[in-house]
């Protein structure tokens, strides 16, 4: 399989299905792709969190460990960070997140 498709949820609450992510990009690479506002401003090395995004509860345990950098990162973001946060500069595709949703966090 050469690409997913997953929905995506933007800080207007606008909900879009089928936002398709190919295999060779990061979570973050994609949704720039598609014209969502991701920053990306340290170029996905996580060290900053204009990608920072939620999960749903399920992709956030598919995605695995989150690293000691994006930890650091997240750990700053004290009034947006919820359990299922992720850096998506830092969620790699893989094959079984079809389906999943990600929901653009606001703006610091």
Known sequence: MSSIHITVIDREATRTEGVEWKNYESLMEA???????????CGGNASCSTC???????TFEKTGRINEDEAGILDMLDDTRHGTSRLTCQVEWAEDLDGAEVTIAPEW
């Open 31 to 41: 949704l720039t792709r598609h014209k969502y506002p991701i920053l990306a401003t």
């Open 52 to 58: 920072h995004s939620y999960l749903d509860p399920v």
